[in-house]
């Protein structure tokens, strides 16, 4: 089986695997392997799997929702050391298995991404990059992100460094065109009703994550990320009813995670809600230009660009 | 008029007023009068006031429930300048008038207290200061507090260093402390239910307040304080129904305020999601305490003290 293993095709955040590098991988049959992480973040991310898997006071229902499934630890052959010797990995479910055409988005949550008591260099680089990135302002910053266009099937992939310079007009324009299908300027969020919207919709997810958040003080989730994914094709199928089955909200990369001590953890937990802000203000947009164009018995013409740019919509009366 | 003005007799945090320093002063009619702070602050501060009392996208009950009336600044007599050149204060509704016994908390909000954009020296202070206090742990610190046992009329009032070393554990304690009678050890909460509890109690409003502040994207308020108070005769009177009338909770201190840019402000309302719950916690604990009462027919004992002494209460089973 393991030489069926190979890196993620859909892999949007992180270091690649190679022929001489480690890097995560997946053996197409649900499974993920994620080489332990250099120091002591790799044994203390396994430690976290492995504690979070049985805590008693965490909710069966948040595990399962919002975790990946912990399958232990495994060592496998390592690239380019010599015969191979053997590297500890810790396997998890493929997040995004089952999925032809994954669309996915890595979104690092909490405006500050080291614990409290890490020693001053940590603190310093980190601050330095949550500074540099949308961290500080935004409470998030996405990390990475793919989108499948369902209609032509190009993909849009933007690189690390163009990531990191975007600002929160940036942030906006990439959570929108994650759920666009790329007609017209790729920002038609023709996709957001389904994937972000309804019963089953990331906004739906991150709220009942943030209840949970309001009241769990077991664990606090330095530079962790919320992954996102979603079928393009099973979504355009979907909209705009909302609600498709299938969208993925899923937590990961716990080599920081610390102690809640009995507090909250008010940085992850305020990070997310800005986060919502941001989902939720895009489902209104699209909400209000439906009743729009019900109202004014109209398709959406290039006004609707125009609206996309304004930023914040909920200070536009809703007719 | 400008004769009757004094120190405020239950000031708990920041400079006080004396014969040769500038400090905020009330009139004894409603009015506290706060002297502009150096450097940009003052200014900043007086802009903000007058800016967000006209703002329309404030909702008037938050306004009105939330902040201190602003009414405009005024030029007053420096002390120890010579012939008493005058000063520009700010005035504000006196939060404490009408309380014959006030108690009361200054609790600042947020685990970072700098904007984003703050030059890198300042943010160096501030962080420092944030990592030393509760402020990055708890995402809120203690900074005054004034107790008046109703019963025996004596006074805790602890000094600003006392404040500055306490850990979580401490700002349990204070935050208990804050509504208990000063029978048996100080904690016995005896005033929780009338301050903390009921529907005007502190834990109502502070959940109002964090509605708006899931929405609302105009201000990033770093570094302002939230101010409780209360009469300790009137919640005597009231204890223990719950929700005795006049309990306050307003926002205080707008000197590093900066502008939302239609992003919510993650920082301040995490922190006030932790306050919710150290303080949900001392009400479900009062709670339990009386149920506990109820089942077993019988009064608190000693055993009472050290159910106080559990940190989180949350996950004692409730019978």
Same mark, same amino acid.
């Given at each position: 089986?393991?030489?069926?293993?190979?890196?993620?095709?859909? #892999?949007? !955040? $992180?270091?690649?695997? /190679?022929?001489?590098?480690?890097?995560?991988?997946?053996?197409?049959? $649900?499974?993920?392997?994620?080489?332990? #992480?250099?120091?002591?973040?790799?044994?203390?991310?396994?430690?976290?799997?492995?504690?979070?898997?049985?805590?008693? !006071?965490?909710?069966?229902?948040?595990?399962?929702?919002?975790?990946?499934?912990?399958?232990? &630890?495994?060592?496998?052959?390592?690239?380019?050391?010599?015969?191979?010797?053997?590297?500890?990995?810790?396997?998890? @479910?493929?997040?995004?298995?089952?999925?032809?055409?994954?669309?996915?988005?890595?979104?690092?949550?909490?405006?500050?991404?080291?614990?409290?008591?890490?020693? =001053?260099? %940590?603190?310093?680089?980190?601050?330095?990059?949550?500074?540099?990135?949308? /961290?500080?302002?935004?409470?998030?910053?996405?990390? +990475?992100?793919?989108?499948?266009?369902?209609?032509?099937?190009?993909?849009?992939?933007? =690189?690390? /460094?163009?990531?990191? $310079?975007?600002?929160?007009?940036?942030?906006?324009?990439?959570?929108?065109? %994650?759920?666009?299908?790329?007609?017209? @300027? $790729?920002?038609?969020?023709?996709?957001?009703?389904?994937? %972000?919207?309804?019963?089953?919709?990331?906004?739906? #997810?991150?709220?009942?994550? *943030?209840?949970?958040?309001?009241?769990? &003080?077991? %664990?606090?989730?330095?530079?962790?990320?919320?992954?996102?994914?979603y079928d393009a094709n099973a979504a355009v199928a979907a909209?705009? +009813?909302?609600?498709?089955?299938?969208?993925?909200?899923?937590?990961?990369?716990?080599?920081?995670?610390? @102690?809640?001590?009995?507090?909250?953890?008010?940085?992850?937990?305020?990070?997310?809600?800005?986060?919502? *802000?941001?989902?939720? =203000?895009?489902?209104?947009?699209?909400?209000?230009?439906?009743?729009?164009?019900?109202?004014?018995? *109209?398709?959406?013409?290039?006004?609707?660009? #125009?609206?996309?740019?304004?930023?914040?919509? &909920?200070?536009?009366?809703? &007719?």
């Amino acid at each position: 089986m393991a030489s069926d293993l190979r890196p993620p095709e859909h #892999q949007v !955040a $992180g270091h690649r695997a /190679s022929a001489d590098k480690l890097g995560p991988l997946v053996d197409g049959e $649900g499974l993920f392997y994620k080489p332990l #992480q250099a120091g002591e973040r790799g044994e203390h991310e396994a430690a976290f799997y492995a504690a979070f898997t049985a805590h008693p !006071a965490v909710p069966p229902r948040v595990r399962g929702a919002f975790f990946p499934r912990f399958h232990g &630890t495994r060592l496998l052959p390592a690239p380019a050391s010599p015969g191979g010797a053997p590297y500890p990995h810790i396997v998890l @479910d493929d997040l995004l298995a089952g999925l032809p055409s994954p669309c996915v988005a890595d979104v690092k949550i909490g405006a500050c991404t080291w614990p409290p008591r890490s020693p =001053d260099p %940590y603190v310093a680089k980190c601050l330095a990059k949550d500074r540099e990135t949308t /961290s500080a302002l935004l409470g998030f910053r996405v990390s +990475g992100v793919r989108v499948v266009d369902a209609r032509g099937g190009a993909v849009w992939r933007p =690189d690390r /460094s163009e990531l990191k $310079g975007i600002d929160a007009a940036g942030v906006r324009r990439v959570l929108r065109r %994650y759920v666009s299908t790329g007609g017209g @300027d $790729g920002l038609d969020c023709a996709l957001a009703a389904a994937v %972000y919207g309804g019963e089953g919709g990331v906004l739906a #997810q991150l709220r009942e994550l *943030k209840a949970w958040f309001e009241e769990q &003080t077991l %664990y606090h989730f330095y530079s962790a990320s919320i992954l996102f994914g979603y079928d393009a094709n099973a979504a355009v199928a979907a909209a705009p +009813g909302g609600g498709s089955g299938g969208v993925r909200v899923k937590l990961v990369d716990f080599a920081h995670v610390d @102690d809640g001590d009995g507090v909250i953890d008010h940085n992850f937990l305020g990070g997310l809600c800005s986060l919502i *802000k941001f989902i939720g =203000d895009i489902v209104a947009e699209v909400q209000h230009c439906v009743l729009a164009n019900v109202t004014h018995n *109209k398709v959406p013409s290039n006004g609707e660009s #125009q609206l996309f740019e304004r930023g914040n919509f &909920t200070e536009l009366p809703v &007719t």
